[in-house]
């Protein structure tokens, strides 16, 4: 069984430019969560897909969108990047999306917006 | 608002001494608790939730309503137990999780 894997594991971007940041769900999970955790916070809900669908949302501006794939791996893509954009971005996945199940992080992508 | 907060961030205890984590909420449904641990250069991974009321590495959390907080305390820490410890509230209906800002905890030899 393998983890929640993530690529890539750090980049550079220009301000304006945009990115795709790629996810691996747990074998055996549906739901993927993406959080952002900028320096010295804690991560922040940006949205989950279940099924691909999207199945909430955290308080982001639409240039974060994402995909679920059929095989349950995910993308979150940032369009029009900002220097605040600038966080470690975590993806995290589970059996069902309930609050009971435990969810698993990845390692996760640096994102350094200059 | 829901709000998540943990007002140390960093604490340090000599090994053997108790440790209390602090976390209060802020939340108007019935929350559901979480503490969440990430050691070094390792992936954030879960400890424990309220509703299951299990102890694990020798950690407790008891959910205080009353108070709105979920402290996670160990009587004797270990050098092993130094990490990071976010404490994050469960929003059903949403299925998102709010984190607070984390405490590193440092257990001194």
């Known amino acids: 069984e393998t983890g929640v894997t993530q690529s890539p594991t750090h980049l550079i971007k220009t301000r304006g430019q945009q990115v795709t940041l790629r996810c691996s769900s747990q074998s055996g999970h549906n739901t993927v969560s993406w959080y952002q955790q900028a320096l010295g916070q804690g991560p922040q809900f940006i949205f989950q897909y279940y099924r691909e669908e999207e199945n909430g949302r955290g308080n982001f501006p639409p240039r974060f969108s994402g995909l679920q794939f059929p095989n349950y791996s995910s993308e979150l893509n940032v369009n029009a990047l900002e220097l605040d954009d600038s966080a470690l971005y975590l993806c995290?996945?589970?059996?069902?999306?309930?609050?009971?199940?435990?969810?698993?992080f990845g390692e996760g992508s640096w994102l350094t917006v200059v | 608002a829901q709000r998540v907060t943990q007002p140390e961030k960093l604490l340090s205890v000599f090994k053997g001494a108790p440790v209390e984590l602090k976390c209060n909420y802020s939340?108007?449904?019935?929350?559901?608790l979480f503490w969440y641990v990430q050691y070094s250069r390792q992936r954030l991974q879960l400890l424990l939730r309220h509703i299951s009321r299990e102890s694990i590495k020798g950690f407790t959390a008891d959910l205080n309503k009353g108070e709105t907080s979920f402290h996670l305390k160990k009587p004797f820490a270990q050098e092993e137990d130094s990490a990071m410890y976010y404490c994050a509230l469960g929003s059903s209906g949403t299925y998102k999780y709010i984190f607070g800002t984390g405490t590193r905890l440092k257990v001194l030899a």
């Open positions: 995290a996945s589970s059996l069902a999306g309930s609050l009971s199940d435990t969810i698993y």
């Open positions: 939340y108007s449904g019935s929350p559901e």
